[in-house]
């Protein structure tokens, strides 16, 4: 394959230069004072850099038809040096097809990069300018028999071996509509077709199409040149000189802006081709960073697939959905033997480049799979938080329940039996009386036994009125000095109030039993997170790890939140939470 290639590139570019040598003679021969060796000279120069570009693009990317159709354009405008011929066959067969160069310029430029052209406005053009450059051309020589110029550069009459009816009027008015419909209108379209097209493209794809913005321009002055050339020139020759060396710069660099284009994405490739060697270095959560760079697409994002949950997860092991494949993201799958990787959402441009994705889908593996592992056990990770969160929960459910129960069960039926015995106690003599009585206080003793229970487990106050009412009542019940500064004006989710509730209990718990304290402060304040700090003036020396903190603990982080004991010997104590409001 090789080996045909190199022939075929020798073959092309012998060709282009044995047509390139003639096409110049063509131009000293024929239009005399009309040209000049430079200008013949640089418009051959221009058609050769189409037909090298061409085979350039065409050995880089020989799946790419952009490649030939360079190459094919570069012929097409050297053959149109042949109309200024004067043999008849040739004036009359290059005429007849000399401007399909131009309409293959535009089939070029609107085939960037990948060599097709996909849009339906895009296509419906190319076939009313192939059209029109072929027709017009053809109607022309039908009817014009060589008796006067067709151009005012022309410095002879040619003769048309097609001719059916010689009509030089005809013949100069078709001349004139084709101007205006080519260099007017399709030149305009064309122009316009270009700017749609940056417009519509994602910034990836808008700074790869860059070079089209010159073969815009370049049409517009090619447009102004023959439109100048074609009604006869009112302007000086300078200003005509000056608009032909303009036109054929920009017709020139065309094909070079586009094959650097294409390089660009070679470049690129050779950037993929160090990631493999970056990623040994990369956390696995830079790892979607990473490969945007290599890619130059920051809007890359990046699932892993885990064939444990039959889903995908982003960097984060949150549940991915892939979007549909289209004209706003692309999605690329990656597989290794067969089974799914991961999957790439990216810039639509990059479909234009299948070689740099599976370039870099090919140099990341390793560290892919490496990310997919990270993912995964982030995956796990959220799913025990979120258990952890739903045992919390439920029970908290719980603790409400039994409240409940004993609030509307067992403390009711106390509170009966206590009024019952009263009741019965005033009929009995007073020896019965007084031991009813003393039952009576038992049996109130029972009861507030059970209200501190009910109120441990869950109290009321916190479900009914909120955390800031629990903790005042809180401060109420404990023996010691308690100093409330702040507590929320708001309701806050009631997994939240809960956790700060027992944190404040269970801090003013210990200060009161261990800490031999003499007094306590409480703070609870919110901005976007809940922190609650209980700071009593005991001995100090609290141990963090104790079992009633690490429950405390266990609670916060179900939550996403932090638990924290500042303690030191003879300096108090202060137990704090923070935790995340939603």
């Known amino acids: 394959m090789q080996r045909i290639g190199r022939v075929r590139t020798l073959l092309v570019l012998a060709g282009a230069v044995a047509l390139g040598v003639v096409a110049y003679r063509v131009q000293i021969d024929n239009l005399f004072s ?27 990317r020989p799946g790419n038809r952009l490649g030939p ?16 011929s004067h043999d008849q066959a040739a004036f009359t067969i290059f005429f007849g097809l000399g401007e399909v160069g131009y309409a293959l310029f535009a089939y070029s430029a609107l085939a960037y990069p990948s060599g097709l052209v996909t849009d339906r406005v895009e296509r419906a053009f190319l076939r009313v ?27 002879f009459p040619r003769h048309s071996f097609l001719v059916v009816h010689g009509d030089d009027g005809l013949a100069r008015a078709l001349q004139d509509v084709y101007a205006v419909t080519v260099y007017g209108g399709l030149a305009s379209i064309f122009v316009v077709l270009v700017l749609r097209r940056l417009a519509r493209a994602t910034p990836r794809a808008r700074r790869m199409l860059a070079p089209l913005l010159l073969a815009a321009v370049t049409a517009a002055l090619r447009a102004v040149y023959d439109s100048v050339v ?52 990369t956390p696995p959560l830079e790892f979607r960073n990473a490969l945007a760079r290599a890619l130059r697409d920051p809007s890359l994002e990046v699932a892993f697939w885990l ?21 706003l993201r692309a999605v690329t799958h990656l597989d290794h033997d067969g089974t799914p990787v991961a999957a790439l959402v990216h810039d639509p441009a990059l479909r234009d480049e299948p070689d740099l994705v599976e370039a870099a889908g090919a140099a990341a593996r390793l560290a892919l799979e490496n990310a997919r592992l990270h993912a995964e056990v982030l995956a796990q990770l959220a799913e025990v938080q979120d258990s952890r969160r739903r045992i919390v929960e439920a029970g908290d459910a719980e603790r409400r329940r039994i409240e409940r129960d004993l609030h509307d069960g067992a403390q009711q039926r106390l509170v009966a039996v206590a009024l019952e015995l009263r009741r019965l106690g005033r009929n009995l003599d007073p020896e019965l009386e007084r031991e009813l009585q003393g039952a009576v206080a038992q049996l109130q003793g029972a009861l507030e036994d059970l209200r501190d229970l009910a109120h441990g487990v869950h109290p009321a106050v916190l479900t009914e009125e909120g955390l800031a009412a629990a903790i005042e009542s809180l401060a109420d019940r404990t023996p010691v000095p308690v100093t409330v500064t702040a507590v929320p004006a708001e309701r806050l989710p009631a997994p939240v109030e809960a956790a700060a509730y027992f944190v404040t209990c269970e801090a003013l718990a210990n200060a009161v039993k261990h800490a031999g304290a003499s007094r306590v402060t409480i703070a609870a304040r919110v901005n976007g997170t809940l922190r609650v700090e209980v700071a009593d003036d005991g001995v ?10 690490r429950g405390l603990a266990d609670r916060v982080e179900a939550l996403d939140g932090r638990l924290g004991v500042e303690s030191r010997p ?13």
């Open 570 to 582: 003879d300096e108090g104590t202060v137990v704090w939470a923070e935790i995340p409001c939603r």
């Open 129 to 155: 300018a192939f059209t029109v450059v072929l027709a017009f051309p053809l109607a022309i020589l039908l009817v014009y028999d060589g008796p006067h110029r067709l151009r005012y550069f022309d410095p």
């Open 307 to 327: 064939p444990d949950r039959r889903e995908y997860v982003d960097s984060d092991g949150q549940p991915m959905t892939l979007p549909p494949d289209g004209r």
């Open 34 to 60: 009309f040209t000049s060796p430079p200008r013949a000279g640089i418009t051959v120069a221009a058609c050769w850099a189409f037909v090298v570009a061409g085979l350039v693009a065409w050995s880089r």
């Open 540 to 549: 100090g020396g609290a141990d963090p790890g104790g079992e009633g903190l």
């Open 69 to 84: 159709l360079l190459s094919a354009t570069g012929f097409a405008l050297l053959a149109r040096q042949f109309r200024y």
């Open 230 to 281: 074609t009604f006869g020139s009112p302007f000086p020759q300078f200003v005509n000189e000056n608009l032909f060396w303009w036109q054929i710069s920009g017709v020139a660099a065309v094909p070079l802006a586009l094959l650097a284009g294409m390089l660009r994405s070679r470049l690129a490739q050779a950037t993929v081709g160090e990631l493999a060697l970056r990623l040994e270095h």
